[in-house]
Structures are given as C-alpha cells and as structure tokens.
C-alpha cells in the first residue's frame, strides 16, 4: 500500500475533500461537528489501513461507530460515578449543590431541554425542519 494502492488515510482525505461541498454548506456551529466526524474517523485509521478495506468509506462509518460507542461507555462510567455521589450524599444526609456534581464532559452540543425534558422549540440556531435544501 502507498504505492500502487491508496492508504486509507488517503483515501480518507480524499472522502473529506469530496465532502468539502457541504461542509461549506453547513452553519459555521455545524462546521466544527462535521470536522469532528473526520477526527474521530482518523482516531482508527491504523486498524482500518491495517484491514485494507475495499472500500474505505465502510471503515470510516465503522471507525465512527467505534468512536461513538468509546465516548458512550465513557459518559455512561462518568453518570455512574455522579449517581454513586449522589446516593452517597444522600445517604449522608446532605443535597449536592452544582460545584460538587460538575457536568459531563462539559459538552454543550446536547439542545437546550425544557423541563418536560423535549427540546426548546425556541431556539433559532437550529436549520428549519421544513427546508430540503441550502438555498
């Protein structure tokens, strides 16, 4: 491979470039996330050149999967870990306040809730449901 063959993360370059188009396309807040995809698609890219695949487009979406279900079983460790505070703290008698608890990952990617848990519908950073395409 390199010679004759691309490697995967060559023809992962060459999948970003093609999909260069939209990525313009995207809001400027959506641009970080798509460049983010990409990231996490090279995370794995030894083990995915290692598979030479056929077709690299596969190992990518599979090297995101992967990606995703490693961030997963970390926000789940992290959840887990509060929950035990939590009950420890009440156990003790005392109510956590929000300096003891923190936020997961300090990510704010999650929408906005309202407190019956559904998206606040207020919002007017999110792309038009409506809309099938840039204009």
Do not use: C
Not at 16 to 39: N, V
Not at 42 to 63: I, K, Q
């Amino acid at each position: 491979m390199g010679r004759t063959n691309p490697t995967y993360r060559d023809s992962l370059r060459a999948l970003e470039s093609e999909w260069g188009p939209m990525r313009r396309a995207l809001r400027r807040e959506y641009q970080l996330d798509f460049d983010r995809l990409f990231d996490r698609g090279r995370t794995f890219a030894d083990a995915a050149g290692h598979a030479n695949p056929m077709d690299p487009e596969r190992a990518f979406v599979l090297s995101l999967l992967l990606a995703h279900e490693v961030e997963i079983r970390r926000l789940r460790g992290e959840l887990e870990e509060m929950e035990e505070r939590i009950s420890g703290s009440k156990s003790d008698g005392q109510v956590p306040d929000s300096r003891s608890m923190g936020r997961i990952s300090g990510s704010t990617d999650e929408p906005d809730a309202t407190s019956d848990g559904e998206p606040d519908a207020t919002r007017d950073d999110e792309p038009d449901a409506t809309r099938e395409g840039p204009e």
